[in-house]
Every structure is written in structure tokens, then in C-alpha cells.
């Protein structure tokens, strides 16, 4: 069963960096997909970022949505591959949310939707304050 574990989040000022962990186990293929989601209270779930992992070389890539091209960037560790970050840099007080991370077997053109998604992290709550 595949498990997804988020952390890292917090409060910060416009401008600021926050960097997000998603700890993820039970997936047992070598290649997936990691996304990052948001949702804004009162607002749908938006898909922030898709990172396919893939253990041969050239094989990963990452898809951005516009919001976040150029400020976000999704790595996974050197030394815990199980352990996903997103970084968040230029923090504007429209990326306030719950940030969430999630598993699906193929990113697909449609990795936004949320669709085909296996499993779920509980979230953690980001606040960019004015």
C-alpha cells in the first residue's frame, strides 16, 4: 500500500522560500509519478508540479504549471530517493494552501486533474502573508 507522508510547512512573509518533504513508501515500480497539489480554501485542488522518476538515465522529467514555472522546483534526495521536496522561492500570498503529494503510475498530460491518482499525503498548510 502506497503511503505518502508531507512536511515542512509553515508561515511565511511575500518574497520568502519554503522548502516541502514528501516521504513516500509501498510504491514497488521503479518509475511513477510525484505530483504536488495545492488547494486554496474556497478553491479547487491545482496541480503545482509532476516529476516522472525513473531510474534510467534521461528517463525522469518535470512538468510545471505556469504559477509556479521559474519560483518551484521539485528534486528528490541523493541519499533517501523514498524523499521528494518541493522547493518554493518568491512565495507570493496566492501559492496559500494546503500542499499536498501524490503518487499515480504516469504523469500524462493530464496530471493537473488530479485524475488516476493511488494514493494521497494528508497535507500541510502553507500561509505567504502579505
Known amino acids: 500500500q502506497v503511503q505518502l507522508a508531507e512536511s515542512g510547512g509553515g508561515s511565511v512573509q511575500a518574497g520568502g522560500s519554503m522548502r516541502l518533504s514528501c516521504a513516500v513508501s509501498g510504491v514497488t515500480s521503479a518509475t511513477f509519478c510525484l505530483l504536488w497539489f495545492r488547494q486554496a480554501p474556497g478553491k479547487e485542488r491545482e496541480g503545482v508540479a509532476a516529476f516522472y522518476v525513473s531510474p534510467y538515465p534521461g528517463g525522469s522529467h518535470i512538468n510545471y504549471a505556469d504559477s509556479v514555472k521559474g519560483r518551484f522546483t521539485v528534486s528528490q534526495d541523493d541519499n533517501a530517493k523514498n524523499t521528494f521536496f518541493l522547493q518554493m522561492n518568491s512565495l507570493k500570498p496566492e501559492d496559500t494552501g494546503t500542499y499536498y503529494c501524490?503518487?499515480?503510475?504516469?504523469?500524462?498530460?493530464?496530471?493537473?486533474?488530479?485524475?488516476?491518482?493511488?494514493?494521497w499525503g494528508q497535507g500541510t498548510q502553507v500561509t505567504v502573508s502579505a
Open positions: 501524490a503518487t499515480k503510475i504516469m504523469c500524462g498530460l493530464t496530471w493537473r486533474t488530479g485524475s488516476y491518482v493511488k494514493a
